[in-house]
């Protein structure tokens, strides 16, 4: 299986953020049928750890380690702001950051890695870059509509919400990926 831990956004910051994405430019593309990868809202998310294959059989040490870091960690408030991208060309992707206090973030990301390292499951070394995935245009829309869109997603700012639960996903990837949730922990 396929495994990450995250944090979603509540409704009420979805749907502000769902309004500011319609005006973006790779939605306006989507719309005319140009393929730009624009992420499911239901699929809105920020990773705090990517376990990638996990054995069926040690899905259950996973959503224990998940539990524990829970456990240990304490609500905190962040919100959605900034924009940026990752890579070129057809690798393009296009995020939103994450603002507030993004030291809690990575301190409930250090935890649950913490507790993964004990499971001994692995998991993606990468530093924490916090950020929700926006769309994946590639080289499908103009370098200056991607830029565009970074520069919008740079002004915008969602309303404050308390992050006060922690999931376990199953990734199922794709060209148009799915999730299921597999536990969640309040904080």
Request: proline share 7%.
């Amino acid at each position: 299986m396929r495994l990450f831990v995250a944090v979603y956004p509540p409704e009420h910051v979805a749907d502000d953020f769902a309004a500011h994405v319609e005006q973006l430019r790779v939605s306006q593309a989507l719309r005319e049928g140009v393929n730009t990868r624009v992420a499911s809202r239901a699929n809105w998310h920020v990773t705090l750890a990517f376990l990638a294959d996990v054995p069926d059989d040690r899905s259950t040490d996973a959503a224990n380690a998940v539990e524990r870091a829970a456990a240990l960690a304490a609500p905190f408030e962040v919100r959605l702001g900034g924009g940026g991208r990752f890579g070129r060309g057809r690798f393009t992707i296009l995020w939103v950051g994450v603002g507030g206090d993004v030291p809690a973030l990575a301190g409930l990301s250090r935890g649950v890695r913490r507790e993964l390292k004990r499971a001994r499951l692995a998991y993606d070394p990468k530093p924490l870059r916090p950020h929700l995935t926006v769309a994946r245009p590639g080289d499908r829309v103009d370098r200056s509509a991607v830029e565009a869109d970074r520069a919008a997603l740079d002004a915008y700012e969602s309303p404050r919400w308390t992050v006060a639960e922690v999931v376990l996903m199953r990734s199922h990837p794709g060209p148009k990926p799915t999730y299921d949730q597999l536990g969640a922990w309040p904080l």
